[in-house]
């Protein structure tokens, strides 16, 4: 017997990479969608991660929220019609500013929300509740890298190329990515590239999937890479490889630049690093024997108080040899959640406006308030950081509204965090599941998630793409943009909140008009027709909608080929020194901590750790040392242990491998309770990004 069914082509709920899948729905809509592949999409060509093939799961009732909780009087959280519970937010909202102010006001967001979503948000903040205290977790994610672009190229997208173009350069040097683990189907191009004769150098503490994968593997102490980069260049140099006519043609800087790339001789290097110097040479010879290559970092080099500088001084290697600016060639970064690039576009970012646009500009200003109804004088100014505003709560700010975040357990220093969150007069929370920090809430939302709703985010490559609606939701349930909607009427503004998400996008575009990320010419029906639109891509000037074959139909896959998007298209050196971590080992405190992902569990783990398959794959936390190390402690694989820093302890079982360096433990951050690693990090910021250092903090560890 044949039960009809219809296929929805959609994406990925999860990471940056997106990937391309396709739901096949009964055609009575009962039950859960199948996930099917879906080859036609370019960037994963069918291929998906455990956590994308079993993605479905979580839109099952068994594990999600289906009806708004308030907490009562006796502290309990109880189940609540819709009207109760947005009356109960807005109260609480509005008793906040009544007494202390509109940044009494915070709101915290998400770069897994939808473009629609976090535009709406970043609106919702600066014009409902007019607070200038609004930031995302996008700031624990790319930040760094996002800085470093900006000063060196004049714009920040993610890759300046498609990813495919990696297989087809000549070397790559991947920088703190774990992507066998982290965007699995991303392989692929890593694999194809040395098929193709080209090279790989992976730069990480740990001996990963991915660094087993490379001709070279650079295992540096953590937090050392702006040393490494540094070391590299003066290589560079030394050796005679500079690239003198791109430097003099299409750059600014190097001048300036160069006495500290002189300071940080082979030898020095080797002692900061301790990676070799013959292993500095080989990865030299390799990145400048290519006739192309790449640089790519993810969380590793970003993710340190000095993120900004090392991303910096990876930018100056590739623009030094001339590896920028021309095809096939370039810097990266590789974004993390699902919007990662979108979510930092369009508006939840504490200075930023639709479109890439700064809040301080006043043109930029004059331009949004324009497209919002409102005067430019009542748009308020930049606010916190992440953590900055995290660390607030409870003194200056009083009420805190979360939609796509977990900082109970992602935030550095959570502890502290948690504490905070506890002593808000108001906490609200919209997710798809009681997370951790839903738990605390007095007011929960439960929301709609990906296959429900439709939407665009923006992947790691800038290509915009679209979420498509395949099932209809719990009945108890809203989305994001309704729960925006019901908030705004009830704070009384009438600036226009619309549900519905391509009347949201129409209005994005607008916003974003002759900004840096200019997305005016997207349309959903070009993204459908391109396999995804990459950024810029102006609005014709006829004002139609760009495809009559007047701009490329895909937008701009490739950037800075004929100049960088500086104000004299020039890239930036940037002069960066080394300069050691917030916190180095110490008698009290002897070995480093790093921290990162494992393959099976995504982040908190809000929505992984519900799905039962990627449990028995990755059922809890581990502390990852060296069987050197651990024989030093007396611990055995499988044996608690306890890690303690200066600001907590966590207690999870020994994971003994010789994959580590002997003077550096590894925990995952996905889970709660005693195991969470976050309760150990450190929050020491980055001064120009505000990244905390999660990559890089001094522990002491024992058998417990
Ligand atoms: N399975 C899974 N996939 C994910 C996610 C997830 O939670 N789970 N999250 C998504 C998101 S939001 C992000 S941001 C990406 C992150 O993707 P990645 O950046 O690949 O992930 P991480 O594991 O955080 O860090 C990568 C590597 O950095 C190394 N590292 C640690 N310290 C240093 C250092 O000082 N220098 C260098 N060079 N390397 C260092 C770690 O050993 C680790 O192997 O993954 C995305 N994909
Ligand atoms: N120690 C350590 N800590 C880290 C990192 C690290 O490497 N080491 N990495 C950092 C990085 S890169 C990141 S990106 C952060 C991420 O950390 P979090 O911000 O905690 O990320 P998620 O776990 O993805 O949280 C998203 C929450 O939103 C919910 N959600 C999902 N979709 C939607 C939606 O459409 N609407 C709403 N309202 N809710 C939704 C999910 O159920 C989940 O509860 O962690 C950071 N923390
Ligand atoms: S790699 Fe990322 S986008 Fe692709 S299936 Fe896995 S989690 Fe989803
Ligand atoms: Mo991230």
Redesign the pocket.
Known sequence: MSVATRDVDTHCP????QCGMTLRVGADGGGLPEVVERTGFPVNKGAL?G?GRTAAEVLSRGVRLTEPLVRGADGVLRPAGWEEALDRVAEGLLRARAGHGRDAVGVFGG?GLTNEKAYALGKFARVALRTSQIDYNGRF??SSAAVAQNKAFGLDRGLPFPLADVARTGCVIL?????A???PPSLRYLTELRENGGTLIV????R?R?AEQADLHLQ??????LALALGLLHLVVAEGRLDEDFVRRRTSGWDETLPAVMAHWPELVERITGVPVPRLRQAVAMFCDARESMVLT???????AKGTDTVGAWINLCLATGRAGRPLSGYGC????GN?QGGREHGQKADQLPGYRKLDDPAARAHVAAVWGVDPDDLPGPGRSAYELLDALGRDIRALLVMGSNPVVSAPRAGHVTERLQSLDFLAVCDVVLSETAALADVVLPVTQWAEETGTTTNLEGRVILRRKAVDPPAGVRSDLEVLEGLAERLGCDKGFPADPEEVFGELRRASAGGPADYSGITYERIAAHDGVFWPCPAPEDGDDGDDGEAAGDGTPRLFLERFATPDGRARFTPVHHRPSAEEPSPDFPYHL??????????SGAQ?RRVAELNEAAPGPFVQLHPRLAGLLGVADGDPVAVTSRRGRAVAPAMVSPAIRPDTV?M?F?WPGEGRANLLTNPALDPSSRMPE???CAVRVERA
């Open positions: 999860y990471c940056a990479l991660c956590k770069g994610c790319m920088v703190g990515s774990n992507l683990d982290t965007m730069v990480d503490p740990r990963t991915t540096p102490r953590p937090g050392t890479d993810a969380r590793g080099p970003e993710q340190q590789l974004t993390g959640q990662g790093t921290t990162g992902r494992v393959l099976a569990q995504y982040q992984t590894f995952p996905h999660f990559k890089v």
